[in-house]
């Protein structure tokens, strides 16, 4: 399988020789500047002298933080980064609101938010079941560490527990409004480096993207954090807290994409704005932003009863890539012909797909069929209980452990990335399909292929689930058919 991007390897390799030249050059005029430095320190504004400037090192941080757990004295919730004000970490339970009690004034986002995979974060089963796993594998190492991204109300305030007894209803709620809208600042990108205010000057405090906000119930602030993919970079780059393992990278992917460069953040397609009122008696105002999240994850909020975000989440995946043919070749009876596809992801901000490493799969379900709709060839069919024809285009992440072993669940024993197959944000992937024309073929072929998704491959649900394991449904992304009349012998 070849893959590329929008540059093709020959600009590539022909950028990074400009870039070797320039950097030459650079050099060039760093000898020369040094050589006529100015003794009133005016030099001092040449770039070329100082060394490289940090702009943000909240920017910055997705290249050089690299996740892992800090020490234990600084971080009270250890592994997880999670910081608040309060002394010593914990915070009262008393300080926090359940989303339903903002609802009353935010109506309308908080219908957005219920339901999405933010509300669903701590209780969805397939997590609790897997987190469970990690705990008894090390020996509760990890617990901390999946709490703080699942419900980072519970960690703060001690009540989540791995089994998710005796817990109030707030930090069940999961990554809720009191989450997001308490964090003041981020201390790194990943595993969970937020600094969670609830309150200042003894009153409730949020943090949001207005800075002539005013509202009867809290304090507000205003955040540029809130307006950049910072925020979200705080969850969305998942890091091994001890081996530095990168897990999950959805932040760095779209750090390193031209979205990035363009000023596209993940608000813009995850949380697209448009005009309207944020509160009831509030202003109306030209730009407030949807809260409904939605990914590539149909299963979950289906059962959980949202169809809204279970729909929303198939547009956005029916959104993301195209496919087209490239080339058909040696179609002609008893021949060996070949058909070359580009898939193009065209619509993710990240890799196509990104987030969760053992589950988000694409495949390619490839077909051939003859003019009485009899199947010639195929290849990617998922069977009945969810398996994959062996040798199926997959576009996935594939992690090992130290012997170089494939991980099905056990993330903990991840030490490296054998393959990664998946698509690049406005990169594609070309992948071949060959089949044998029979003898005495004659008329036209049809050729299709459905680009398909699922969120996790069903064997891997049924090992968590048991018997309750619901069925994983599979998205058709694109599809594309072409007829091609087969040639003479
Ligand atoms: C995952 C984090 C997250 C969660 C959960 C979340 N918000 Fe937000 N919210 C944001 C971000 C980010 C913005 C600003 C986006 C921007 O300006 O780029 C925002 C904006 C807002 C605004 C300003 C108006 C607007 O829509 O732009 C209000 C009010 C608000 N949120 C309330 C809530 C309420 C109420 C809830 C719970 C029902 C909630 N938020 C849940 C991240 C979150
Ligand atoms: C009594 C009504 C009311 C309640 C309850 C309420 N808010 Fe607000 N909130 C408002 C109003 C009004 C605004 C200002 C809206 C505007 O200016 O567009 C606001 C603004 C905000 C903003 C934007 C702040 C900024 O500076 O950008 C956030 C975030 C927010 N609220 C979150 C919450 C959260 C979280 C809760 C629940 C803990 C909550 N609100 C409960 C009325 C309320
Ligand atoms: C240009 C639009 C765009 C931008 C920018 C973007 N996304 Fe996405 N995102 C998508 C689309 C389309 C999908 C559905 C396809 C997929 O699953 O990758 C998606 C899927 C996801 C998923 C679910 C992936 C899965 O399959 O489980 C997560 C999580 C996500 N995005 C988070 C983010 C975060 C965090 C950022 C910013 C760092 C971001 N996205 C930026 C378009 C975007
Ligand atoms: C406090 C941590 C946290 C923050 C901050 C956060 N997320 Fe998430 N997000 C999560 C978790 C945890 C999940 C997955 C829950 C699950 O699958 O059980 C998730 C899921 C999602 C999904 C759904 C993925 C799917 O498979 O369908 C999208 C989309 C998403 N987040 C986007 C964002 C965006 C955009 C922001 C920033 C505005 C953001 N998130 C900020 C923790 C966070
Ligand atoms: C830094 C934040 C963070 C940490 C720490 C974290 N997660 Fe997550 N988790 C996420 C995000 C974000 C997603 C959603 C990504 C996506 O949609 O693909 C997710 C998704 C998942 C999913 C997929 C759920 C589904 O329904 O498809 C499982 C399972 C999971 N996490 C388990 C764990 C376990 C177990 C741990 C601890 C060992 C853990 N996570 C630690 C942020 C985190």
Redesign the pocket.
Known sequence: MKTGTVFTPNSLRSASLAFVLLSVLAGCQHLYSAKTKDPSGAAADNQADSGPRILDPLYNAGHVDPGVALDKSTSPFYPSRARTSAEGGRLSIDLFDPPEKCGTCHTEIYAQWKGSMHSNAWHDPIYRALMKLAGKATNGLTDNLCIGCHTPVGLTTGEATPTGEKMSEISNHGVHCEVCHNISAASGIGNTAFVLTPRKYGRPLKFGPFKDARSPYHDTEYSELHTT?AL??IC?NVTHPFNRMPIER??DE?KDSP?AAEG???Q???MTPGPGRAAIGGPMRERIFTHYFV???TLLPALFGSEKHAKLATE??Q??AKMDVLSVRNVRPGGLATVDIRVSNI????K?????PE??EMWIDFSVLDDNGKVLYRLGRIDSEGHLDPGTHVFKVTLGDDAGNKIDLELWKATQILFDTRILPRGYADVSFDFIVPEGAEGMLSIKADLC?H?FPQPLVNYLLGSDAPKVPTIIMTSLSKREKIGKR
Do not use: D, K, V
């Open positions: 993919s979200c970079g969305h959805t932040y779209w979205y596209i953040g993940c813009e397609c995850h990914g590539g994850n956005m995946l959104r993301a619509g993710a901000g990240h196509l797909p990104t987030g969760f589950g988000r998704y969120s």
